[in-house]
């Protein structure tokens, strides 16, 4: 599982905001806290009860904005919140984070929802000019095979969905909605991460 925490934010300064899709226990938020350059924190959590948690965790944290729902239902409204950012920082998990039962009890039906990575993308490209933003893409192994410090078979779940793990087309969403305007970076700690930073 990777962990906003493994990130050294001061690397992405220019950015003014940060945008999370999974909140679970608010770890990322509280490590964004620590970068002041981060005016507004975004985060939307499709459980009520890590909402919940969460929304008493940081009551009291003005630039905390806590969305409950799908990132699918959620990102139009919580991009419109942040229009006037120049920049923003994405942290994107590209998967749930429980087992392939909880896709049942949220209503989610296919592998695409399952892994709602490239509908996040897509959404957030057609809603915000992103030429200055920066995303840190969560478990690149669904997509590539790589040296990573743990395998995409570290997931007890890994054999449910024979389209991933890797993926058939690897990262190409990502190469062509993103190569014109970002450099592309892999780092294979944990189960890997794509880091996206504008050439600009």
Not at 53 to 72: A, P
Request: with cysteine; proline share 4%; glycine share 6%.
């Amino acid at each position: 599982m990777g962990l906003l925490r493994h990130f050294d934010l001061s690397r992405f300064e220019k950015a003014d905001c940060l945008m999370e899709t999974g909140t679970e226990n608010g770890f990322g938020i509280e490590h964004a806290m620590k970068y002041d350059n981060l005016k507004e924190l975004h985060s939307v959590e499709i459980n009520e009860k890590f909402y919940n948690f969460c929304k008493q965790k940081f009551n009291f944290v003005d630039r905390v904005n806590l969305w409950l729902g799908s990132s699918e239902t959620k990102l139009v409204e919580m991009l419109s919140a942040i229009s006037e950012r120049k920049s923003c920082l994405y942290w994107l998990d590209a998967h749930l984070p429980s087992d392939p039962g909880s896709r049942f009890e949220h209503g989610r039906e296919a592998d695409q929802i399952e892994f709602p990575l490239e509908k996040e993308l897509r959404l957030i490209k057609d809603n915000r000019d992103t030429k200055f933003d920066y995303f840190i893409i969560d478990d690149l192994r669904i997509y590539e095979d790589g040296p990573f410090q743990h395998t995409g078979k570290s997931w007890i779940h890994h054999h449910l969905y024979p389209n991933f793990f890797p993926h058939k087309d690897g990262i190409k969403f990502i190469e062509d909605m993103f190569s014109a305007t970002h450099n592309i970076l892999r780092d294979y700690n944990h189960e890997g991460y794509l880091i996206l930073e504008p050439k600009q």
